[in-house]
Nanobody, 124 residues
Framework: QVQLVESGGGLVQAGGSLRLSCAAS????????MGWFRQAPGKEREFVAH????????DYTNGVKGRFTISRDNAKNTVYLQMNSLKPEDAAVYYC?????????????????WGQGTQVTVSS
């Protein structure tokens, strides 16, 4: 079992930055692919980024490449999402998720564990 708790969301002006954190319980954090997803009002949840267990390999949805960075600290059982140059369209509830695959995946249904989400609001 893995329990995930996100933090770091809030209100930011367009062009600003936020850093989301996701703290995981359990001793096997370092074996999981970790992902970030987001869901805006009236829209389906969508993939944002993932990172492989070692932290070497990452992937992003096209709309955030060059602006968002996913990273992890396996010693702290934490995954981060640094979000820069935020746009109003980035506003959503952001979720972190854990997947037991060995390599990253963008598919929501591949992720076994989910956090409760943290709200990101971007004002224009």
């Amino acid at each position: 079992q893995v329990q995930l708790v996100e933090s770091g969301g809030g209100l930011v002006q367009a062009g600003g930055s936020l850093r989301l954190s996701c703290a995981a319980s359990g001793r096997t954090f370092s074996s999981y692919v970790m992902g970030w997803f987001r869901q805006a009002p009236g829209k389906e949840r969508e993939f944002v980024a993932h990172i492989n267990p070692s932290g070497i390999s990452t992937d992003y949805t096209n709309g955030v490449k060059g602006r968002f960075t996913i990273s992890r600290d396996n010693a702290k059982n934490t995954v981060y999402l640094q979000m820069n140059s935020l746009k109003p369209e980035d506003a959503a509830v952001y979720y972190c998720a854990a997947c037991s695959f060995a390599i990253g995946t963008t598919r929501e249904y591949d992720y076994n564990y989910w956090g409760q989400g943290t709200q990101v609001t971007v004002s224009s």
